[in-house]
T-cell receptor, first 113, second 112 residues
Framework: AQSVTQPDIHITVSEGASLELRCNYS??????LFWYVQSPGQGLQLLLK??????LVQGIKGFEAEFKRSQSSFNLRKPSVHWSDAAEYFC???????????FGAGTTVTVRA | DAGITQSPRHKVTETGTPVTLRCHQT?????MYWYRQDPGHGLRLIHY???????DKGEVSDGYSVSRSKTEDFLLTLESATSSQTSVYFC???????????FGSGTRLTVV
């Protein structure tokens, strides 16, 4: 069975600083990997996804993520955060032969002025 | 935006009463899912559907049932609501051969 770990429950970052959110997965083969963002009181929006190919994936809102098979990781990064990036971020993994996703517990990002 | 709506958006109900949440999509997607979101747990899969009358249990299905009589509608029923079912419920859809979800806006359910 697949599982996802997001080691950081809460991260505080200054506006304009860089951001990195960690995600580690457990799955026997190459999974499908996703990052979603949830603003307060809203649903989840897809930021980016990885299926195969280039291990550095570009997403919306200036985010990128890098798949590292050797570390079973799919960390999310943004070079310069904006106050509007304050939200909860979820990493998700799905097997390549199925469509059900497993989600991490989420990381809440606070942006300070 | 993908056409996926959840109703109601908010509901307060009493312990022991039945509750039905509705997910409606206009995308004609084959796959539909119900998740619950709780602090510290992320999203956990309750039930899912791969087509009309084709449903299966997820990891936290106890106390829940689902039905899908039409492609566009996926109903989640709490047969006898308990306080532990107080949560935010999300419906999601996905296309055939295209992993990744589109989510509804969620239903906040409070069981008192």
């Amino acid at each position: 069975a697949q599982s996802v770990t997001q080691p950081d429950i809460h991260i505080t970052v200054s506006e304009g600083a860089s951001l990195e959110l960690r995600c580690n997965y457990s799955y026997g083969a190459t999974p499908y990997l996703f990052w979603y963002v949830q603003s307060p009181g809203q649903g989840l929006q897809l930021l980016l996804k990885y299926f195969s190919g280039d291990t550095l994936v570009q997403g919306i809102k200036g985010f990128e993520a890098e798949f590292k098979r050797s570390q079973s990781s799919f960390n999310l990064r943004k070079p310069s955060v904006h106050w509007s990036d304050a939200a909860e971020y979820f990493c998700a993994v799905g097997p390549s032969n199925d469509y059900k996703l497993s989600f991490g517990a989420g990381t809440t990002v606070t942006v300070r002025a | 935006d993908a056409g996926i709506t959840q109703s109601p958006r908010h509901k307060v109900t009493e312990t022991g009463t039945p509750v039905t949440l509705r997910c409606h999509q206009t995308e004609n997607h084959r796959y539909m899912y119900w998740y619950r979101q709780d602090p510290g747990h992320g999203l956990r899969l309750i039930h899912y559907s791969y087509g009309v009358k084709d449903t299966d249990k997820g990891e936290v299905s106890d106390g829940y049932s689902v039905s899908r009589s039409k492609t566009e509608d996926f109903l989640l029923t709490l047969e006898s609501a308990t306080s532990s079912q107080t949560s935010v419920y999300f419906c999601a859809i996905s296309e055939d051969r295209e992993p990744g979800y589109t989510f509804g806006s969620g239903t906040r359910l409070t069981v008192v």
